[in-house]
């Protein structure tokens, strides 16, 4: 199939749900993506925050074919291993003490307001029931985690939203504090919030969270869907600062480029859950758990590619710290962490990221006005290098 029958059948059959750009992707390796005619791109999208590994990993995809051949899928009646080995992996580097499987991140995030609202409901009044969440969150979409969303524009046309959700100003712990009444059983916030534009809270705000939480006897939920896997530099966001959630929400990277998410626990909390308050047919498929465990495994490999992470997202924020200072007029700030990293423009990006495009640079606009960079966390200097020089190129053009 060529490129202009790929936009016209796509158009013709698929729903109007993306602003999908005209280019047809049949081939991705490493950092690298090409089309039927040999045009090569440059990723620095990874999937939104999901080919941790890059593109086609060999690990990952001799795990799926080795899973291919042995089973693809039976169901959760049955004890599966790779859904043990990867849940396993998790627990042994985490807070949690028990795991649930699903597909993404709103189906998590779906999971992690279920058992926060099942806990209270076995523990405190019927009526504790509201999860706080913060102004410009992402969640999912879904019809809780959109209400669970603190973006209107996500909402509009939808309502009406599943009751029990305040949203408070993100970074403001006060606020927060504030927000809690006797009907509050838990808070659900992302580390860093990746759909509003690399938002990076206060260094001390989710420590005051969690306290909050403790002190008020509230469930704090951490939505690491996109901060998770490795991607600001630890295997979760949470590490760096000093936290440890009652629950947590993974997707994204968690399968290099296979759809699973998991919504991770305390015993305490995930014994709430009882057999038949929820489930997913596929969550915790075979071949999902394989290509996760050989992702999770090797983002883990004596700690190689979390390091890597770190040392090629200061060398990152460094080029496009570079890039704000030769034009000032442009980019009016740099932020986030890790391989997660955000430059916010004095103008709407969209222009931006089609300019790049047609110069074999993958880019993504967040917030309007806010290019988000998460290229896979094997990225080498050299890719950044040809990044920044594309991109300055495009910003030196600008009208």
């Known amino acids: 199939m060529d490129k202009k029958t790929a936009v016209l059948e796509s158009q013709k059959y698929l729903m109007n749900t993306y602003r999908r750009f005209p280019v047809l992707l049949r081939k991705g390796r490493g950092m690298k993506v090409w089309g039927p005619d040999g045009r090569e791109f440059l990723d620095f999208v990874g999937g939104v925050a999901t080919n941790v590994l890059g593109h086609c990993h060999p690990k990952v995809v001799v795990a799926i074919q080795k899973q291919a051949q042995r089973l693809i899928h039976v169901s959760n009646f049955y004890h599966i291993e790779p859904q043990i080995e990867l849940a396993r ?55 809780a985690t959109l209400a669970a969303t603190g973006q209107e524009k996500f909402q509009k046309g939808f309502e009406p939203l599943t009751p029990g959700f305040r949203h408070v100003p993100f970074g403001d712990a006060d606020a927060l504090a504030r927000a809690v009444t006797d009907r509050t059983c838990a808070v659900m916030l992302e580390p860093i919030q ?171 606009c967040a917030a309007g006005n806010v290019l988000r960079f998460m290229p896979p966390l094997i990225v080498q200097e050299g890719d950044i290098d040809q990044m920044a020089q594309v991109l300055g190129d495009v910003m030196e053009r600008l009208p």
Not at 89 to 102: D, I, R, Y
Not at 271 to 292: I, K, R, V
């Open 89 to 143: 992996l998790l627990v042994e580097n985490s807070f949690a003490e028990k795991v649930f499987f699903c597909n993404s991140g709103a189906e998590a995030n779906e999971g992690a307001i279920k058992l926060a609202r099942k806990f209270s409901a076995v523990h405190y009044a019927p009526e504790k029931r509201e999860i706080i969440a913060a102004h410009n969150a992402f969640h999912g979409r879904t019809l």
């Open 194 to 364: 990746g759909e509003a534009g690399v938002q990076v809270p206060p260094e001390d705000y989710l420590k005051k969270v969690e306290l909050l939480c403790r002190e008020r006897g509230l469930l704090f939920i951490l939505d690491e869907v996109q901060t998770g896997m490795g991607r600001t530099g630890t295997l979760f966001a949470c590490e760096q600062y000093g936290v440890e959630p009652d629950i947590m929400t993974l997707a994204k990277g968690l399968g290099g480029g296979v759809p699973i998410g998991a919504v991770l626990a305390t015993g305490r909390v995930a014994e709430a859950f009882a057999p038949g308050d929820h489930g997913s047919t596929f969550g915790g498929n075979p071949l999902a758990c394989a290509a996760a465990v050989a992702t999770l495994q090797t983002v883990l490999e004596s700690g190689f590619l979390l390091e890597q992470c770190r040392r090629m997202g200061a060398y990152l924020s460094a080029k496009l710290q570079d890039l704000k200072r030769t034009f000032s007029s442009t980019v009016a700030d740099v932020r986030g962490k890790g391989l997660l990293l955000g430059m916010e423009l004095t103008r709407d990006c969209g222009p931006v990221v089609e300019a790049c495009l047609q110069r074999g640079l993958l880019l993504n």
